[in-house]
């Protein structure tokens, strides 16, 4: 079946630090990749999304490549701010265009210091 | 727009209960989700709706049933409510996207407690 692995939290740097978190995957077909953020006491909320090799989501100031040739959706951000404080979940949707859900990673718990 | 509401936000029942929780969406979206969020575990999906009047099972359905009467509602019952089932609930929607893929909006979550 389809998973998701990624890098395990807390992860804590300090503001202005350059972001990575790891997210690889394995699916049957052809999945689009997504990755929501999750504030403190709220929804899950879409970050961004890629749905095929080679693209490149971006949204405020975050960053993520799908690379079908190593299983990878890296989420980068070049200078964090205390306001990233979150829990980060990657996730893919097989091809085929089901409406079955999504399947998540379990999360990274990112703490930015002032 | 208000976007995906659940009702209520926050619950305890003593094993054995019985509860619904409501899911609310006025995006007119066809798809309809309901996960569970356990530590350390992500998102696990319980069951879903493809429209009105139509259920499926998802990964972790034991336990729960569901209803969707109408578009906008999907609600999600414990009949008979076990200290497993303690856990925070999301519902979401979402609508067929060009290429297949499908973006979710979730709702805020319901925070259960089952002693």
């Known amino acids: 079946g389809d998973s998701v692995t990624q890098m395990e939290g807390p992860v804590t740097l300090s503001e202005e630090a350059f972001l990575t978190i790891n997210c690889t995957y394995t699916?049957?077909?052809?999945?689009?990749l997504f990755w929501y953020v999750q504030y403190p006491g709220e929804g899950l909320q879409l970050l961004l999304k890629?749905?095929?090799?080679?693209d490149k989501g971006s949204n405020k100031g975050f960053e993520a490549t799908y690379r079908k040739e190593t299983t990878s959706f890296h989420l980068e951000k070049g200078s964090v701010q205390v306001s990233d404080s979150a829990v980060y979940f990657c996730?893919?949707?097989?091809?085929?265009?089901?409406?079955?859900?999504?399947?998540f990673g379990k999360g990274t718990h990112l703490i930015i210091q002032p | 727009n208000a976007g995906v509401t659940q009702t209520p936000k926050f619950r305890v029942l003593k094993t054995g209960q019985s509860m619904t929780l409501l899911c609310a969406q006025d995006?007119?979206?066809?798809?309809m989700y309901w996960y569970r969020q356990d530590p350390g575990m992500g998102l696990r999906l319980i069951h879903y709706s493809v429209g009105e009047g139509t259920t499926a099972k998802g990964e972790v359905p034991d336990g729960y049933n569901v209803s969707r009467l109408k578009k906008q509602n999907f609600l999600l019952g414990l009949e008979s409510a076990a200290p497993s089932q303690t856990s925070v609930y999301f519902c979401?929607?979402?609508?067929?996207?060009?290429?297949?893929?499908?973006?979710?909006?979730f709702g805020p979550g319901t925070r259960l407690l089952v002693l």
């Open positions: 699916a049957t077909g052809y999945p689009s």
């Open positions: 995006m007119n979206h066809e798809y």
């Open positions: 996730a893919l949707k097989d091809s085929g265009g089901g409406a079955d859900g999504l399947t």
């Open positions: 890629a749905t095929k090799a080679d």
């Open positions: 979401a929607s979402s609508i067929q996207g060009a290429g297949g893929f499908q973006t979710q909006y």
